[in-house]
Structure formats: structure tokens, C-alpha cells
């Protein structure tokens, strides 16, 4: 996706076409990666799809920028009151912060993986901003074991100006989600009808693993199949990032998932959840009934 149109990172990093190398060359790495063979649980485990079946970047991120802020607060009282259990204590939240960030690392580059154009873009300057404010946090690690004296001050230094970086950076990373919709749930909005409503679809039409497209009348795209004799109904609009399931293949199991293609997102059929990411969301899932004209009405069901 590459909306965003009209904030201040887009009217930035659309003209930064400088980014591009070094978006083209994160992207050979990640994605090279995630074409070995096995590596896949590990993906839907840094998007978020398993366990979690939420982002997990935001929540990780929350952890390490929170982290890092006290650690910086933490120094401001030490220079304060020259209290030595404070300098103990900055020390250790930092050692947990980067512990964090490593996390937030690889589930933001994951994610970023699957994003376009100016979005992309927008990405990897906040990722390179966020791994320059992580060498910076290192190397305030590396100087305050067994540092004293000038080589503290200049790690206490060093970690301020990473942090000042940090929120800077974090703009960026705010703006993915804000200004662009990285990862937000394209279903999130979508009016389902809670009573029995028709469609034009009839049952007896339905081929066996054969989606059709069917509208609500509030405009919800229906993912409606037939599957060893069973009919299912779901949201056709991949929560991902808005892919048209029905163009989709079945894979997995008994051929019960179907497979975003954009970017590989796995639905199960029967109970509408995100088996593999980077979709996070389920879609939404809905009963149907034939009516007496032959035609299926369907419901929203959770
Ligand atoms: S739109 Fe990205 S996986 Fe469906």
C-alpha cells in the first residue's frame, strides 16, 4: 500500500529516492531468509500470527522505547543526586532495553518486508534511524562496563543523543501505521449484517473449491465456497492488507486454507482464522441458510 498522502513523513520520504538502495538491499536479506525452507514459524511468530494473532512490533516496541526512557531518566536523577545505585540501575534497564530491541528489530523488518513504494520507503528510514539509535545505546553499553569517570559521562552522553534519535525514529515508525495502515486490520471497519440478509449466490451454483463474491448491503465483500459438500462464508478483503481472497489458491490440509495472493497470508475456510501471516486478523466469519428461493442468506457469526 502507499497512502499516507498529505502527512508529513509521505511529503518527506517520496522525494528520498536515496532510501531505495538500502531498502533493495534489506529486502534481499529478509527475503532470502524467509525463503528457506522451515523458517516460516518463525515469520508468523514476528509478524504476530502465532501466538499472538496481533502486530507483535508494536507491542515489542512499547517494551524497548519505554525501556530506554527510563534508562534515560534514570541517568538524568544519578547527575543529579550522584547517587551510585541510580548509574547501577540505568545500566541494567539499559541491558534489558537492547535485549528488546533485537525483537523489535526482526519483527519490523518482517513486517516491512511486505510493504511498496513510499511506504517502503518511509519503513526503512525509520528502520536505519532505529539501528543507528541501537549502535548508539551498544556502544553506551560497551563504555559503561567497569567505566568511570570521563567514559561514563561520555555513555550517559552517547545514550541521551541514541534516545533523542530513538524518538525521532519513532515518528516514522508511528506514521506506518497512522499514515500508511502497515498491519492494520482491513476488516476493522467493515458494517457486517448482524439479522439474516440475502444474497444473489445459490447453493446449488457452488463448485467445490470455487469461491464466489457475493456484496452485504452495507458493501462487505463475502467469501462464499463450497467445500466437501459444506458451504462457508467469509470476508473476501484479506485483513493484511486488502487482497482479493477469492483470486487466491487453496493450500495446506485437505486443501482448506486459501492463500492470499498478494502476499501469502493463509485463511483457514471453516472458521476464518489467519493460519500464517503476515495477516495477523481473522476474517470476519458468517452462517448461512438456503432460503426458499434456492438463495443463501447469511449472518454474521464472530
Ligand atoms: S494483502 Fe497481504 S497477504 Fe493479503
Not at 502465532?50 to 538524568?76: E, F, N, Q, R, S
Request: hydrophobic residues 40%; charged residues 20%; neutral net charge.
Amino acid at each position: 500500500m502507499s497512502g499516507g498522502r498529505n502527512t508529513l513523513g509521505h511529503d518527506l520520504v517520496k522525494r528520498w529516492g536515496w532510501l531505495d538502495p538500502f531498502a533493495n538491499f534489506f529486502g534481499a536479506i529478509v527475503g532470502g531468509f524467509y525463503k528457506v525452507p522451515g523458517t516460516h514459524p518463525l515469520k508468523d511468530l514476528l509478524h504476530g500470527t502465532w501466538p499472538l494473532h496481533h502486530p507483535l512490533h508494536p507491542a515489542v516496541t512499547d517494551l524497548t522505547i519505554g525501556g530506554y526512557t527510563a534508562m534515560v531518566a534514570l541517568d538524568v536523577l544519578y547527575v543529579v543526586t550522584d547517587e551510585p545505585g541510580l548509574l547501577r540501575a540505568a545500566d541494567f534497564v539499559l541491558v534489558v532495553s537492547f535485549i528488546t530491541s533485537l525483537g523489535s528489530i526482526l519483527s519490523g523488518f518482517t513486517d516491512w518486508n511486505e510493504t511498496y513504494d513510499t511506504e517502503r520507503r518511509n519503513g526503512i528510514f525509520h528502520g536505519l534511524l532505529m539501528t543507528v539509535a541501537s549502535v548508539g545505546f551498544l556502544l553506551s553499553l560497551w563504555l559503561r562496563v567497569g567505566a568511570a569517570g570521563d567514559a561514563r559521562a561520555s555513555a550517559i552522553v552517547i545514550s541521551t543523543v541514541a534516545w533523542l534519535l530513538m524518538l525521532f525514529a519513532s515518528y516514522f515508525g508511528g506514521e506506518m501505521t497512522f499514515g500508511f495502515g502497515t498491519e492494520v486490520n482491513r476488516q476493522a471497519w467493515s458494517e457486517v449484517p448482524e439479522k439474516w440478509e440475502p444474497t444473489e449466490v445459490t447453493a446449488a451454483s457452488l463448485e467445490d473449491r470455487k469461491p464466489v463474491v457475493a456484496k452485504t448491503k452495507s458493501g462487505v465483500d463475502l467469501f462464499i465456497v463450497s467445500l466437501d459438500g459444506s458451504v462457508y462464508v467469509m470476508g473476501n478483503t484479506c485483513t493484511h492488507a486488502g487482497g482479493p481472497l477469492n483470486e487466491g489458491k487453496f493450500v495446506g490440509k485437505d486443501r482448506c486454507e486459501i492463500q492470499c495472493p498478494w502476499h501469502g497470508s493463509r485463511f483457514c475456510v471453516k472458521d476464518a482464522s489467519a493460519r500464517g501471516g503476515p495477516a495477523t486478523f481473522g476474517e470476519p466469519r458468517f452462517e448461512s441458510r438456503v432460503a426458499g428461493n434456492g438463495r443463501l442468506e447469511v449472518r454474521f457469526k464472530g
